[in-house]
């Protein structure tokens, strides 16, 4: 079975800890993205995996094998790298059948699985030109097909489409995805791109510092961030996050104090739970209903840049003592400079997290 | 002025505003200069070919070739190829029948134990280098400045050492002495070059290769040597230059069967009681440039590449 296992997985530089008591588990078939700002460890944990940096402590179990030990050769895995690692002096062709070389099949054999994964990923026409003749989206492509062709226990990538641009990363995002889909194997996928992360993945782990906040599904860890991390990471426009002092909750709903405002706002009801203390609101962009007036249970803001982004507009506002609360709103509702907002929450979009910056959820 | 700064634009010695392929004039000044830096190589080139007794004419003659007319006659000599000839066999005492001299043998040592010893130095050093560049042990640059210090000495300071070392060890005069010395002359600047190509290329293709199956050594043969093709190329003729101008050791620890072309040049020219025999000296200097010449001529383009890498960021 082609699965991954990481269990308390730690690599250290010198005294510098890149990756610390990672847990991971990628069934067969799931396409797990490795998500989190540059310098976190997520590539770090690929190359775990990959074999190309050992483990410090914990296991790397691979197919149901434990893999610590074994070179990157011996662990039959296939890995599309950022800078695409094609062999400068070798043709598309035979870069694509260079793992097959290795693994010493026939000639016959293997020109018709080049050809088999070259017509997959349109590649028939370049195949005898070298790495440098071709564009950056082909060249994309011959890593992803040198990675396919053979039929390996996982499939590794790191940042795959960090070097193209936009419309090309929209399309590869769509093929890499097909191409994955029809091969039920264990994959992981290294990204800073939220986006990428999100279309692409099964399940997300986000990695912050060496440690994974948190693994779940892309709708999960958009609507139940487990903490403030999570929650400024994932999302655009970023969601707002307010420093607010919690001082008790009556009647399903929960009295906050941010900005010499006192809000009454519904949350979840874990909140009761809380003694009274510092907390952060995380409240998304689009999460906001403007009212027309104060009702005791509104956020006020005035709007102080308005940034109409097509279908939707986007208000930079600010509370009295200054904190900046960006509102998303429909296109069709106008909205001033220099305009008194009235704001109500929706309570099931309006995370609590505690002083630790976990999120208080029932 | 406009029609003066076309004129200047034209022949090049101008720049136009921005990059424009050098006109006649800079190619002029360029050649100009590159003759100037060329002249001693081509007299002494020239002189190989004069009769003995032109050498030293004051004032001297400047060409082979009067070229139609264009330079005067008592600049010009007639070649001949009798010093070549009295470079191989020559008569040695006045009287007698001319004698070989031994410098085919003495050709043929400068040329195996150049080579020798510098492909040596190079199968060593590049591993040496490898290994410094990618599996950098604890303490890596105290290691590498250990190495560059064996260059730091100048060689007259070690030879008496190492001439004790060699009579202790039985080496004085013979092939593998010389060659062992040489190798060792040319390791610490084969790791410090090739290291610096080894840490240029991207480690990614490397990886790649090992998860597509490759063994460690065959990343190393297969992906890691053909891309440092120019750099060994480069570090294979410094090091041959360098080995082949070689005198100091040579003169030391070479007996008469092993001696190289500088050695038996010196003594070659001083022998026979009559004074300094210039085109003798000449002829041997000429033929001692061909084969550093020719390896440099069928390596020019890699070599362009070697001298200049790392200038230009990937």
Redesign the interface.
């Given at each position: 079975m082609s699965t991954i296992d990481i269990r308390k997985a730690t690599k250290k530089f010198g005294s510098f800890v890149a990756v610390r008591d990672v847990d991971l588990s990628v069934a067969a078939g799931e396409v797990v993205c490795l998500l989190g700002p540059s310098g976190c460890g997520k590539t770090t944990t690929l190359r775990m995996i990959a074999g190309l940096e050992r483990a410090t402590a914990g296991d790397i179990v691979i197919a149901g094998r434990r893999m610590n030990d074994l070179p990157p050769e011996k662990r039959d895995i296939a890995m599309v790298f950022q800078f695409y690692a094609l062999y400068p002096a070798l043709t598309v062709g035979q870069n694509i059948a260079m793992p097959l070389h290795y693994e010493g099949l026939g000639s016959a054999e293997i020109a018709a699985r080049v050809n088999k994964v070259a017509g997959i990923l349109h590649l028939d026409e370049v195949l005898d030109r070298l790495p440098g003749q071709v564009s950056e989206g082909e060249k994309q492509r011959v890593a992803v097909a040198r990675a396919i062709v053979r039929d390996p226990n996982c499939f590794l990538f790191d940042e795959p489409l960090s070097r193209l641009d936009v419309e090309l990363r929209h399309s590869m995002r769509g093929q890499i995805k097909a191409v994955l889909s029809n091969l039920s194997k264990a994959t992981v996928i290294v990204t800073h791109d939220q986006l990428e992360a999100l279309t692409m993945a099964d399940r997300i782990a986000i990695m912050c510092d060496g440690l994974i906040e948190q693994v779940g599904s892309p709708h999960e860890v958009f609507a139940r961030p487990a903490n403030v991390f999570v929650a400024s990471f994932i999302g655009t426009p970023q969601m707002n996050l307010i420093h607010a002092q919690y001082k008790g909750y009556s009647n399903g709903k929960a009295k906050v104090a941010f900005d010499q405002q006192d809000v009454d706002l519904k949350v979840n009801p874990a909140v009761a739970k809380l003694k009274p203390g510092k907390i952060t609101l995380g409240i998304r962009p689009r999460a906001f209903t403007v009212v027309p007036e104060d009702t005791g249970d509104t956020i006020d803001a005035m709007a102080e840049l308005i940034e109409p982004m097509g279908a939707e507009t986007l208000i930079h506002a600010r509370t009295r003592t200054g904190s900046d609360i960006r509102v998303v709103v429909a296109r069709e509702k106008r909205v001033k400079t220099g305009e008194a907002l009235h704001l109500v929450p929706d309570a099931a979009q309006t995370h609590v997290f505690a002083e630790d910056g976990k999120a208080v959820r029932a | 002025m406009a029609d003066i700064a076309t004129f200047w634009e034209r022949i090049g010695l101008r720049r136009a505003g921005g990059v424009a392929e050098a006109g006649w004039g800079r190619t002029l000044a360029a050649a100009l200069i590159s003759l100037i830096y060329f002249l001693p190589v081509l007299f002494i080139i020239f002189t190989a070919f004069k009769p003995q007794e032109l050498a030293l004419s004051v004032p001297p003659t400047l060409s082979p070739t009067s070229f139609f007319g264009l330079i005067p006659d008592q600049f010009v000599f007639t070649p001949t190829l009798e010093n070549f000839g009295s470079v191989f066999s020559r008569v040695m005492t006045t009287g007698s029948q001319p004698e070989s001299t031994g410098f085919d043998l003495f050709f043929f040592n400068s040329i195996v134990i150049a080579s020798v010893s510098v492909l040596l130095a190079l199968a060593i050093g590049t591993l040496a280098a490898y290994g410094f560049s990618r599996y950098p042990l604890k303490g890596n640059d105290t290691y590498l400045f250990i190495i560059l210090t064996t260059r730091m000495l100048p060689a007259i300071v070690v030879i008496i050492p190492v001439i004790l070392m060699f009579r202790a060890a039985g080496l004085s005069g013979s092939y593998s002495g010389i060659i062992l010395l040489y190798t060792a002359f040319n390791l610490a600047f084969t790791i410090w070059m090739m290291k610096s190509f080894f840490d240029e290329l991207?480690t990614?293709?490397e990886?790649?290769?090992?998860?597509?199956?490759?063994?460690?050594m065959k990343v190393f043969f297969k992906?890691c040597l053909?891309?440092v093709v120019a750099g060994l190329a480069a570090t294979f003729v410094f090091g041959l230059i360098l080995t082949w101008n070689e005198f100091l050791f040579a003169l030391l620890l070479t007996g008469p069967d092993t001696r190289t072309v500088p050695v038996a040049m010196n003594q070659a020219v001083s022998s026979g009681g009559r004074g300094t025999d210039w085109t003798l000296l000449a002829a041997i200097e000429t033929l001692f440039l061909v084969p550093v010449f020719v390896v440099t001529f069928f390596l020019q383009n890699h070599l362009l590449r070697g001298v200049t890498f790392g200038t230009v960021k990937k």
């Open positions: - | 991207s990614d293709v990886d790649a290769a090992r998860i597509d199956g490759s063994s460690g992906i053909p891309q």
